[in-house]
């Protein structure tokens, strides 16, 4: 009689690959749909020279932002100026002579490429129809540009979508690369020869040593298991973005299951002195921000935070030891 175990295919190492291509998916798609129809909404503002007249076709009551171009080429020539607003009297004719709304705001800003520009005031355009704007005043020719409010929707819009697809693609990313990893794991794992039993004397001695090896992988798998969740608990942060939740996860792990053996012991503390270390990092790149680096090493961080946490879980897997770099070890 003969007993047989196949052995496992361990998944190719080219679906990390693709997984690091999913998490980046995201993101791109995210930056091109701002670029993209930002654009769009861009181009179909109206450009015009004052002291002078634009006249615009609204199709429907719609709110429209009056700015000045401190810095832009128009008709191929070149215009630039201070930011300042002249005096100047705007006024907004529509059909019939009736007097549109002009509410003076300068609060805003925006850029376009080497474009930049400066509101002077939101217009309220109550019904459709085609409307004459104004600008009167005693100033050498500057350009201002008139287009919807929608153009400020669309790119707090596109931003909210990037962070969306962004945490949609890095979650599936993320979760394609701890279940290959873990799937690799146990299928190096799985290497059970065929075994022969030939008779009857040698039975009972090679069912109680089978049964002990089994007992042996086992207790193994739970280990190297457990040790992998001090790492891979850090990730449910992503989902629950609850404050200091990517220290508390693999604490509460290790506290549980330290006694249970070294290896949980060592991985656990990894863990938390890893995510302690991230935490200081993360506070001193925030007061960075004030000279800009700070926003780029918090981007950084993000990511170097998630692929170190996620190499560190398959190393815990496969039965070895991972040293998280740049990491200050407080817990000994």
């Not at 020539?77 to 006024?91: E, V, W």
């Not at 600008?135 to 050498?140: E, H, L, Q, R, S």
């Not at 394609?176 to 039993?197: G, L």
């Amino acid at each position: 009689m003969e007993r047989t175990e196949s052995t496992k295919k361990a998944p190719s190492r080219w679906w990390y690959l693709l997984a690091v291509m999913i998490m980046l998916l995201g993101p791109v798609y995210g930056i091109y749909n701002v670029l993209s129809t930002s654009t769009a909404v861009h181009k179909a503002g109206k450009y015009f020279i004052t002291p002078g007249a634009l006249k615009i076709t609204v199709n429907k009551p719609e709110t429209y932002i009056l700015w000045n171009a401190k810095q832009t080429i128009y008709q191929g020539q070149s215009y630039k100026n201070d930011g300042s607003i002249p005096a100047m009297k705007i006024l907004v004719m529509g059909k019939r002579g009736k007097a549109e709304e002009f509410d003076s705001d300068l609060s805003m800003t925006a850029h376009f490429g080497e474009e930049h520009l400066n509101s002077i005031g939101k217009i309220n355009f109550t019904e459709p129809g085609t409307y004459q704007v104004m600008v009167i005043g005693d100033y050498p020719d500057r350009v201002f540009y008139l287009n919807s409010s929608n153009l400020v929707w669309v790119v707090m819009k596109g931003i909210l979508l990037f962070f969306l697809y962004s945490a949609i693609t890095l979650i599936a990313g993320i979760a394609m690369i701890v279940v290959v990893a873990m799937k690799r794991s146990r299928a190096m794992k799985s290497d059970t020869p065929q075994t022969s039993i030939i008779g009857a004397e040698g039975a009972g001695e090679l069912e109680s040593t089978s049964d002990a090896t089994a007992s042996e992988a086992v207790l193994k798998d739970r280990i190297t298991n457990t040790a992998s969740i001090c790492h891979f608990s850090v990730l449910l942060n992503l989902i629950l973005p609850i404050p200091f939740l990517n220290i508390i996860l693999p604490l509460i792990v290790w506290s549980m299951k330290k006694n249970m053996d070294e290896f949980i012991d060592y991985h656990g503390k990894e863990a938390i002195n890893f995510q302690i270390s991230i935490l200081i990092y993360t506070i001193l790149s925030i007061l960075l921000c004030l000279i800009v680096i700070g926003f780029f090493l918090l981007v950084a961080l993000f990511f170097f935070n998630i692929i170190a946490v996620i190499v560190a879980g398959i190393s815990a897997a496969k039965g070895e030891r991972f040293h998280y770099p740049l990491c200050i070890r407080f817990i000994k």
